[in-house]
């Protein structure tokens, strides 16, 4: 079945940087784009960033462009968040997910569990 899971959560401070790694598995992980998504306190999920299957177009939520960076390893099927200069406003559950909303042929249809990542001095 298909599975996604991010890697541990992170306590960092201001202005530190974290990655992030998502390992799939169940699919044929060329094949799909990611996405990351982040869900604050009080707030609904939103898109962070997504990477095409292979790797080629990326896209990002404003708030986090030019600081955050979205990869991936097929050979490896993982795909990477790396947050650089983080800010409190970052602290959010993040999850990956299989698919994006760039096409209906392949939505998102399976989502990690997700991972805290607490940005606080």
């Known amino acids: 079945q298909v599975q996604l899971q991010e890697s541990g959560p992170g306590l960092v401070k201001p202005s530190q940087t974290l990655s992030l790694a998502c390992t799939a598995s169940?699919?044929?992980?060329?094949?799909?784009?990611i996405s990351w998504y982040r869900q604050a306190p009080g707030k609904e999920r939103e898109l962070v960033a997504v990477?095409?299957?292979?790797?080629?177009?990326?896209n990002y939520t404003e708030p986090v462009k030019g600081r955050f960076t979205i990869s991936r390893d097929n050979a490896k099927n993982t795909v990477y968040l790396q947050m650089n200069s983080l800010k409190p406003e970052d602290t959010a559950v993040y999850y990956c997910?299989?698919?994006?909303?760039?096409?209906?042929?392949?939505?998102?249809?399976?989502w990690g569990q997700g991972t805290q990542v607490t940005v606080s001095s």
């Open positions: 990477i095409s299957s292979a790797g080629v177009t990326t």
């Open positions: 997910a299989k698919g994006s909303t760039w096409s209906k042929i392949a939505p998102i249809d399976s």
């Open positions: 169940g699919f044929t992980f060329s094949r799909y784009a």
